[in-house]
């Protein structure tokens, strides 16, 4: 019980926020922010658990995430733009991001296992700015829009409006952390993966096959970054550059479920978006939005410590 009591917390800091900062604003106003953080925050649970997963299978915190997101949004628009039908536009998304992901994880990643883990990090830095840059290359600065037919239909609940667009984004983050949960807890191939995070030589010892459980990881990591950047493409910005930097505050999701609580992640994730849009609404705090998520995780931080040494699992 004890170990989500940090998290009870931060979501006693969101209703906090949400009092203090919307508290005199109409409901029907300050409702459409909440819903809108709650899209926001699922984007950022959905970025925090495919670098989560990741990292307890490979030891890698893959900073590339964001660039191989933007990457799969841009191809989708780009094949929407020529007429293509649009399950098959998010179709090619997925998959391009997938592959893109297993291209660093086959090729650049077995390499580098043995290295610290400050430098697996610094060179998915470097992959993401390839990545980033070859997008930048093929799609100059522009304004564009990328929509889904969900974005149109919509429901009401408690009085406010929620587009279909939008439950789906808070719906997957949901349905995955279970779906990852019970993958991890109850299959073969993740009980091999929790195997390869506790200690990769034994692993080897005892007949994992390292090379496959691995690739299984970034192929997941690679679908969840491309279904993140569809989603990010439409509800926030159709943007190369603001896609790729989304993974900023997935790490910070990520670490308020200490790069390994995914049930964490989500509460995190969550937290972040809704206070992030609050405080939107307060001409004296909006302007420190951009540093929320890092001060929620590291609030978050601090009450996990407990007064004791703050120990991550690679650690």
Same mark, same amino acid.
């Given at each position: 019980m004890k170990r989500f009591l940090p998290l009870l917390w931060l979501? =006693?800091?969101? !209703?906090?926020?949400?009092? +203090? *900062?919307?508290?005199?604003?109409?409901?029907?106003?300050?409702?459409?922010?909440?819903?809108?953080?709650?899209?926001?925050?699922? =984007?950022?649970? !959905?970025?925090?658990?495919? +670098? *989560?997963?990741?990292?307890?299978a490979t030891g890698v915190l893959n900073l590339a995430n964001g660039a191989i997101g933007a990457l799969g949004v841009m191809v989708a628009w780009q094949l929407g733009h020529w007429g293509v039908a649009p399950s098959l536009t998010w179709l090619a998304a997925l998959v391009l991001a997938t592959m893109v992901s297993l291209i660093f994880g086959r090729l650049i990643a077995p390499g580098l296992a043995h290295r610290d883990p400050v430098v697996k990090t610094v060179a998915t830095l470097g992959y993401a700015l390839v990545v980033l840059g070859i997008t930048a290359f093929i799609w100059e600065d522009d304004v564009r829009k990328f929509s889904l037919p969900t974005d149109q239909m919509a429901a009401i609940i408690l009085d406010l409006r929620f587009t279909v667009t939008r439950m789906i984004v808070i719906?997957?983050?949901?349905?995955?952390?279970?779906?990852?949960?019970l993958y991890l807890d109850r299959t073969r191939v993740g009980l091999q993966m929790r195997s390869l995070a506790n200690d990769r030589q034994l692993a080897a010892l005892i007949g994992i096959r390292i090379v496959r459980v691995e690739t299984i990881a970034w192929g997941i990591s690679g679908v969840i970054a491309g279904f993140t950047g569809l989603m990010f493409g439409d509800l926030v910005r159709l943007e190369p550059f603001v896609i790729t930097f989304m993974v900023i505050p997935s790490i910070a999701a990520a670490i308020c479920g200490k790069l390994e609580s995914l049930v964490g992640v989500l509460v995190g994730g969550f937290t972040m978006g809704i206070i992030e849009s609050l405080l939107t609404l307060s001409p004296t705090l909006k302007s420190i939005r951009p540093v929320a998520p890092f001060v929620i995780a590291a609030i978050a931080l601090f009450l996990m410590q407990g007064g004791r040494p703050l120990v991550f699992a690679r650690d």
């Open positions: 979501v =006693l800091a969101a !209703l906090a926020v949400f009092i +203090l *900062v919307a508290g005199k604003t109409p409901f029907r106003i300050s409702g459409l922010f909440l819903v809108s953080g709650l899209a926001v925050g699922a =984007l950022y649970s !959905l970025g925090g658990i495919g +670098l *989560v997963v990741l990292y307890r719906g997957t983050a949901i349905f995955i952390v279970i779906v990852i949960w």
